[in-house]
């Protein structure tokens, strides 16, 4: 029975401890130990100093693998950090909506890497992925390393990238360019010019100030002469007002007065007609006189003088006529007597 109790005792020993051992696997690696994975590698130009083996890779703050291996390579004639990682495949999968090359999918789309600072204190880095970078052509291909890893591309961070900007500097050429412009500066401010100029500017400031004195002494008058000027001709502009509209409506009267002779005297007006009928008549009937006596009656003196009114008669008509044409005013005004 001792040997028995014995061991069944070293056997339920090496049975929890086997599975505190898991568990602290577990409790180290993740759950997501057993879970399929795939290896990529990352390229980092810079220094990488502070990243761990086993340091986090995350997507948007969330893990979905870790560093498993860092070296130093020299890639296309330069050095550089690779930095292989191993991806949860079904994460992979969740993030880009394919269940078949799932990481080659995220490249294409962007995909791009670039180290983060875990703790400000210890200075640990970690890898942060995230569609930053420019999509790729469509049926471009996704570049791998020599064993076949999808290749990530990566960044800068802004630190970086403000230290390589300060790096590309040339603080030399810069110093010497900063000397010459203060040296040009000291030249300048020292030479004839710029004291001429002080001297010039110095006269012309003198002179507004005692323009700046004369005008306030005779703003006052200038200002009361220009109210004075303003309101004579405020009073003229009343007066030209008032004789424009008298010229108005003496204008318009005689438009009227026109429009109204016009009308009398036009052709074919009723004036006109019966003053040209009346001549007509006269000059038959002069006619039919003439016709009807002859040199030997014995009223033929009576009848040449009747004749001889009768034409003076047409003739001053006609004269009224004519000088109803040239002078229509006259029906209105009177004749007007000759000069």
């Known amino acids: 029975m001792t040997q028995k109790t014995s061991a069944l ?36 130009s810079g220094s990488v100093y502070g990243l761990q083996l086993g340091a ?32 949860d495949s079904g994460m992979l999968q969740t993030i880009s909506g394919q269940a078949d090359n799932a990481l080659p999918s995220l490249v294409q789309q962007g995909l791009a890497a670039q180290l983060a600072t875990q703790s400000l204190l210890t200075g640990q880095l970690y890898v942060d992925l995230d569609l930053r970078g420019q999509p790729r052509p469509a049926g471009a291909p ?11 591309p990566t960044t800068l961070t802004r630190f970086q990238s403000l230290q390589q900007q300060l790096d590309s500097v040339d603080v030399n050429r810069l110093s010497q360019d900063l000397a010459a412009t203060l040296s ?14 002080m001297a010039e500017l110095a006269q012309a400031s003198a002179a507004l100030a005692r323009l700046t004195v004369t005008l306030d002494k005779r703003l006052p008058a ?3 002469a220009a109210q004075g000027t303003l309101r004579q001709a405020g009073d003229a502009s009343d007066r030209v007002g008032g004789a424009a509209d008298r010229v108005s409506g003496a204008a318009d009267r005689l438009g009227a007065v026109a429009d109204r002779a016009d009308a009398l005297l036009k052709p074919g007006s009723p004036l006109l007609a ?42 001053a008509v006609r004269q009224l006529a004519d000088q109803i044409e040239q002078q229509p005013q006259s029906l209105i005004r009177g004749r007007v007597a000759p000069p």
């Open 184 to 197: 040009a500066a000291r030249d300048l401010v020292g030479g004839p010019e710029i004291k001429q100029t």
């Open 274 to 315: 019966s003053v040209q009928q009346a001549a007509d008549e006269l000059a038959r009937s002069a006619t039919a006189l003439r016709a009807a006596t002859s040199d030997e009656s014995a009223s033929v003196q009576s009848v040449q003088r009747a004749m001889g009114d009768l034409s003076r008669a047409a003739r």
């Open 56 to 87: 986090p890779v995350v997507f948007r703050g969330v893990r979905v693998g870790s560093v498993d291996s860092m070296r130093v390579a020299a890639v296309g004639g330069r050095s550089a950090v690779p930095v292989e990682v191993v991806l």
């Open 222 to 224: 200038l200002a009361d």
């Open 9 to 44: 005792r070293i056997g339920t020993f090496a049975l929890v401890g086997l599975a505190l051992l898991v568990a602290a696997v577990v409790a180290v690696f993740g759950a997501g130990l057993f879970n399929p994975t795939e290896r990529a590698v990352m390229h980092f």
């Open 142 to 152: 996704v570049p791998r390393d020599a064993a076949g890893h999808v290749e990530i």
